[in-house]
């Protein structure tokens, strides 16, 4: 045996790349191509195998394992480091591959010891309960069980009221199990888009390569590569709408989905959980726990006043704990407020009582709690960032004092985004209750302003041209798709409502969100022209990006009306030859070609040449551009050696 020779990998040919292991692949860089840094003085030099080995900190054996597929790397990133350097803006294709073909229980060491909670916070302490239901979600996951390799497993879904904490127990599930998951992630599933850009999201942690695809492309590619992983993913849906939202985004195998929803019936694609309200012995240890008492009898007149709903009982127990106030005692207090209210069911009016009560504690007049609760009711009922409501308050003093008073009450949550920038949080419940809150104290119209001047400020101005800006839009278009769903007609927003509706059409429109765009950049010229008018340069906009995206998808009838709009306004309001009627005569030649008007089409790019050639100069990249389309029409017709004039010029 000690004679023998070690046995190399049988290597697959250069042509079936597509095909190799990371073996090949490391094979390749290391003894055929010589793959070292930019600058290396033995640049292309095919490198030795002990040399490699001693660089790396490992003994040849183990390099030879990894040429053999044998054993995974111990250490990538050195790998990687020696292979193409330090700067990450070199050898980007290679490094992909390269991260691509890695050994799945490689890539994701740390992962893969629990240790990483990815979109998941840790498990309450005031956790009660449930047991039964854990223990069902371990079941039907069939947790500690070993499994083949793609082995498929139906989701989950959890369904209730709301309030009744279906995400918390999937929560406290995704902790209690982390060692038999790889990665835990959390996806936004209210609406079919926030699902796939969650998805999306895994790309590098997978491998997939996102440049160029729409986001359900890259979002479906991280599904089939799921299916690859030895370890199971747990993967959580929190708050989807319907099965038929999101039926086609569950992965066939490798990871483990829960859904929470309100939705009751799951049954035509998971298994289900249903989830009721806490028993009276659940509510009673839940309040006990929470406000670290113990008070059994209390605990009981409150539970039932509240009708044992998590949510309630929470904020609850957190009144009791702050102001010294005894279970019972808060049970009459709720009872009294009712009575001086008295709206909806008996539950329903307590629950809305118990939160009521708590913000008029905490938010009193005039405070900066106040500003910041009306603040956050007009948010979508999600992470809201800390630079979406800085900017209401004069002074950070006035800022943390705010956001203590709302913490310290569990009005809102401190949720802090992955990168670290601090976010607040309100339930759906408190922010429902909170909104007919400042609707009854007249703050809504104050609110809804600060918000949308601060969405002003910071959505991206140009993501259909910049992706480097779609996670700040991604972050922030929640709020702004809530705004359209709880618009108050009492007044315009004003002037940049229309402005911040146009740049979330146009980040839909860059991700391959058309019917969301459309939406987007229709609602931006309904707000526009009633505020400011038909001729308004806001208003003019909205209409020309409209068209834009309707050329895009080729609604070519539909560019040309708004466009001809466009034109007619921009012909009263601005200068002859001001260059925005310059792009408009553009994209309408566009769209008279597309119609199979080559002679109008030729008339409103010479148009639009003699504006640009006067505004921008001959030698300009816009009168190239329109040269190469006056080019493109005379080609069609025939007219080669025009095509070819102008084109020589374009270029």
């Given at each position: 045996?000690?004679?023998?020779?070690?046995?190399?990998?049988?290597?697959?040919?250069?042509?079936?790349?597509?095909?190799?292991?990371?073996g090949?692949?490391?094979?390749?860089?290391?003894?055929?191509?010589g793959?070292?840094?930019?600058?290396?003085?033995?640049?292309g030099?095919?490198?030795?195998?002990?040399?490699?080995a001693e660089?790396v900190?490992?003994?040849?054996r183990?390099?030879?394992?990894?040429?053999?597929?044998?054993?995974?790397?111990?250490?990538?990133?050195?790998?990687?480091?020696?292979?193409?350097g330090?700067d990450?803006?070199?050898?980007q294709?290679?490094?992909?591959?390269?991260?691509r073909?890695?050994?799945?229980n490689?890539?994701?060491?740390k992962?893969?010891?629990?240790?990483?909670?990815?979109?998941?916070?840790p498990?309450?302490?005031?956790?009660?309960?449930?047991?039964?239901?854990?223990?069902?979600?371990?079941?039907?996951?069939?947790?500690?069980?070993?499994?083949?390799?793609?082995?498929?497993?139906?989701?989950?879904?959890?369904?209730?009221?709301?309030?009744?904490?279906?995400?918390?127990?999937?929560?406290q599930f995704?902790?209690?199990?982390?060692?038999?998951?790889?990665?835990?992630?959390?996806?936004?599933?209210?609406?079919?888009?926030?699902?796939?850009?969650?998805?999306?999201?895994l790309?590098d942690?997978?491998?997939v390569?996102?440049?160029?695809?729409?986001?359900?492309?890259?979002?479906?590619?991280?599904?089939?590569?799921?299916?690859?992983e030895?370890?199971?993913?747990?993967?959580?849906?929190?708050?989807?709408?319907?099965?038929?939202?999101?039926?086609?985004?569950?992965?066939y195998?490798?990871?483990?989905v829960?859904?929470?929803?309100?939705?009751?019936?799951?049954?035509?694609?998971?298994?289900t959980?249903?989830l009721?309200?806490?028993?009276d012995?659940?509510?009673?240890?839940?309040?006990?726990?929470?406000a670290?008492?113990?008070?059994?009898?209390?605990?009981?007149?409150?539970?039932?006043?509240?009708?044992?709903?998590?949510l309630?009982?929470?904020?609850?127990?957190?009144?009791?704990?702050?102001?010294?106030?005894?279970?019972?005692?808060?049970?009459?207090?709720i009872?009294?407020?009712?009575?001086?209210?008295?709206?909806?069911?008996?539950?329903?009016?307590?629950?809305?009582?118990?939160?009521?009560?708590?913000?008029?504690q905490?938010?009193?007049?005039?405070?900066?709690?106040?500003?910041?609760?009306?603040?956050?009711?007009?948010?979508?009922?999600?992470?809201?960032?800390?630079?979406?409501?800085?900017?209401?308050?004069?002074?950070?003093?006035?800022?943390?004092?705010?956001v203590?008073?709302?913490?310290?009450?569990s009005?809102?949550k401190?949720?802090?985004?992955?990168?670290?920038?601090?976010?607040?949080?309100l339930?759906?419940?408190?922010?429902l209750?909170?909104?007919?809150?400042?609707?009854?104290?007249?703050?809504?119209?104050a609110?809804?302003?600060?918000?949308v001047?601060?969405?002003?400020?910071i959505?991206?101005?140009?993501?259909?041209?910049?992706?480097?800006?779609?996670?700040?839009?991604q972050?922030?278009?929640?709020?702004?798709?809530?705004?359209?769903?709880?618009?108050?007609d009492n007044?315009?927003?004003?002037?940049?409502w229309?402005?911040?509706?146009?740049?979330?059409?146009?980040?839909?429109?860059?991700?391959?969100?058309?019917?969301?765009?459309?939406?987007?950049?229709?609602?931006a010229?309904?707000?526009?022209?009633?505020?400011?008018?038909?001729e308004?340069?806001?208003?003019?906009?909205?209409?020309h990006?409209?068209?834009?995206?309707?050329?895009?998808?080729?609604?070519?009838?539909?560019?040309?009306?708004f466009?001809?709009?466009?034109?007619?306004?921009?012909?009263?309001?601005?200068?002859?030859n001001?260059?925005a009627?310059?792009?408009?005569?553009?994209?309408?030649?566009?769209?008279?070609?597309?119609?199979?008007?080559?002679?109008?089409?030729?008339?409103?790019?010479?148009?639009?040449?003699?504006?640009?050639?006067?505004?921008?100069?001959?030698?300009?990249?816009?009168?190239?551009?329109?040269?190469?389309?006056?080019?493109?029409i005379?080609?069609?017709?025939?007219?080669?050696?025009?095509?070819?004039?102008?084109?020589?010029q374009?270029?």
């Amino acid at each position: 045996m000690g004679g023998q020779k070690p046995r190399l990998p049988k290597r697959i040919s250069p042509g079936d790349r597509a095909a190799w292991s990371f073996g090949d692949l490391l094979h390749d860089h290391l003894f055929v191509t010589g793959t070292r840094p930019p600058g290396s003085p033995e640049a292309g030099e095919k490198w030795n195998r002990k040399t490699f080995a001693e660089l790396v900190g490992v003994n040849e054996r183990t390099v030879r394992n990894w040429l053999n597929d044998k054993t995974p790397p111990d250490y990538p990133d050195t790998i990687e480091r020696l292979l193409f350097g330090t700067d990450p803006a070199h050898a980007q294709e290679e490094r992909r591959e390269f991260r691509r073909l890695l050994p799945r229980n490689t890539r994701q060491t740390k992962a893969a010891s629990g240790d990483e909670f990815d979109g998941v916070p840790p498990p309450l302490a005031s956790f009660v309960g449930r047991h039964q239901q854990l223990k069902a979600l371990e079941q039907l996951f069939k947790i500690g069980e070993r499994h083949r390799k793609n082995y498929t497993m139906l989701p989950v879904a959890i369904h209730g009221l709301g309030g009744t904490g279906k995400t918390a127990l999937a929560d406290q599930f995704a902790y209690t199990t982390r060692r038999s998951h790889a990665m835990t992630w959390r996806c936004r599933a209210d609406k079919r888009e926030n699902l796939i850009e969650g998805l999306a999201q895994l790309a590098d942690r997978l491998g997939v390569d996102p440049r160029g695809a729409t986001a359900e492309t890259v979002a479906r590619s991280v599904i089939r590569e799921l299916a690859h992983e030895q370890k199971p993913w747990l993967l959580i849906y929190d708050d989807a709408p319907s099965p038929e939202v999101i039926n086609d985004l569950f992965p066939y195998a490798g990871a483990h989905v829960v859904i929470t929803s309100r939705f009751p019936d799951w049954t035509s694609v998971a298994k289900t959980i249903h989830l009721e309200v806490l028993s009276d012995d659940e509510s009673i240890e839940f309040l006990n726990t929470r406000a670290e008492r113990s008070d059994a009898a209390g605990a009981m007149f409150l539970a039932r006043a509240l009708g044992g709903l998590p949510l309630a009982l929470e904020q609850a127990a957190v009144h009791c704990m702050r102001f010294g106030v005894r279970f019972a005692d808060c049970a009459a207090q709720i009872r009294e407020f009712v009575r001086l209210r008295p709206v909806r069911s008996t539950d329903e009016a307590n629950v809305s009582a118990t939160f009521t009560m708590a913000i008029e504690q905490a938010a009193k007049p005039g405070s900066p709690a106040e500003r910041l609760m009306a603040l956050l009711a007009e948010c979508a009922p999600t992470r809201v960032p800390v630079y979406l409501y800085a900017g209401a308050f004069e002074t950070q003093e006035q800022l943390a004092e705010g956001v203590l008073a709302l913490t310290a009450s569990s009005l809102a949550k401190a949720d802090a985004f992955l990168e670290g920038v601090p976010a607040l949080t309100l339930h759906p419940i408190v922010q429902l209750i909170a909104r007919e809150w400042s609707e009854e104290k007249d703050l809504r119209s104050a609110a809804v302003k600060l918000l949308v001047d601060a969405l002003a400020e910071i959505f991206p101005i140009n993501p259909y041209q910049d992706f480097n800006v779609w996670p700040a839009c991604q972050t922030l278009i929640e709020h702004v798709w809530f705004q359209i769903q709880t618009d108050i007609d009492n007044e315009p927003k004003h002037e940049a409502w229309p402005n911040v509706l146009v740049r979330a059409g146009s980040y839909f429109q860059a991700r391959g969100f058309y019917d969301p765009a459309e939406m987007l950049f229709l609602d931006a010229v309904v707000h526009a022209e009633r505020d400011f008018g038909k001729e308004h340069k806001t208003t003019l906009r909205a209409k020309h990006d409209l068209a834009v995206l309707f050329l895009e998808v080729q609604q070519f009838p539909r560019a040309l009306h708004f466009l001809q709009e466009v034109l007619q306004a921009q012909e009263n309001t601005l200068d002859a030859n001001h260059p925005a009627t310059s792009l408009t005569l553009l994209n309408l030649g566009h769209a008279w070609s597309e119609v199979g008007y080559p002679e109008v089409a030729l008339q409103a790019y010479e148009r639009a040449l003699s504006i640009r050639t006067g505004f921008y100069g001959n030698m300009s990249v816009e009168v190239a551009t329109t040269r190469r389309e006056i080019g493109y029409i005379y080609f069609c017709q025939k007219k080669y050696e025009e095509a070819a004039l102008e084109l020589s010029q374009a270029f």
